[in-house]
Each structure stands twice: as structure tokens, then as C-alpha cells.
């Protein structure tokens, strides 16, 4: 007589941290912190810049904007990629539109710096960038 196959059922426990709410938050936690170097002073623990990207390219070919200046970039899931600098480490997920986030030291003094890719690909956007936990507050928006 035939056997039924075996059905199992694999569950994951998530903890919700201020750093772990999406999956870009996944992303960064898996990154191998030893292979990319030590962190920056000043990179803050948790995300302060958010920005929704309104374009036709990729989650790729945004991480590539930043790659060709010299950002490393790598692919943190299927579709997803994160791309590091010395001073931020931003996640680029979901579309329609991109989400582009992460922690940046400096904000808002390199908030120009951070979108000038962006600008310069044409991509039209809105970001924010906020001040240090506890209180959080909005420190500056941008838009294309």
C-alpha cells in the first residue's frame, strides 16, 4: 500500500527589535560584520534615514548606483540588496516603491551626499532623516 508523504512544518522564531521590523532589518543582522570590517564610530545602532524610491530600475541597479562609487554592495536575500560605505549601511527592498533605509552617521550633514546618486539617476524620491533615539525627531526631508 502507498504512503502518504510526510508533511513538516518548519517555524522560525522572529525577534521584533526598533532594528528588526523588515526584512531589511534581516539583511543587516545577517551581515558577517568581521568580513566588512569593523563598524564606523558614529553609525548609529538603529535606522535614522528612510527614503521610498519611485523609479523603473531594479533593487539592483539602485545598489549599483551607489557601487559605482565605490559603496559595497551585496545581495541579502533573493531580491534584496545592502550597500555599505564607511560611514552607512543601507538596505534596498521591496518595489513599487524601492525602500532604501539604514543607519548613517552624520545625518543630516550627509544627507546630500547620501541621495546624490539617486539625484544624479534621475530617480525621483522622498527621504527623512532622524535624530537619535530615544526622542527620533524628524531632522530633515528630501525630495527630488
Not at 558577517?32 to 569593523?38: D, H, K, V
Not at 565605490?70 to 534584496?80: F, I, M, N
Not at 534596498?92 to 550633514?109: C, N, T, Y
Request: charged share 20%.
Amino acid at each position: 500500500m502507498p504512503r502518504e508523504p510526510t508533511r513538516v512544518t518548519i517555524a522560525a522564531a522572529v525577534t521584533t527589535t526598533p532594528k528588526s521590523r523588515s526584512l531589511g532589518a534581516f539583511c543587516s543582522a545577517s551581515k558577517p560584520r568581521a568580513a566588512e570590517g569593523a563598524r564606523v564610530a558614529g553609525i548609529p545602532d538603529g535606522s535614522n534615514f528612510y527614503s521610498s524610491l519611485y523609479t523603473a530600475l531594479t533593487r539592483e541597479q539602485v545598489a549599483g548606483l551607489y557601487g559605482a562609487l565605490g559603496w559595497r554592495v551585496r545581495k541579502c536575500s533573493w531580491v534584496d540588496y545592502e550597500v555599505f560605505s564607511d560611514w552607512a549601511e543601507l538596505v534596498i527592498e521591496a518595489e513599487s516603491p524601492i525602500l532604501m533605509h539604514g543607519p548613517v552617521a552624520d545625518l543630516p550633514a550627509r544627507a546630500e551626499e547620501l541621495v546624490a546618486p539617486l539625484r544624479a539617476a534621475g530617480v525621483t524620491f522622498t527621504a527623512e532623516c532622524y535624530g537619535a533615539w530615544p526622542d527620533g525627531e524628524l531632522l530633515l526631508e528630501l525630495r527630488s
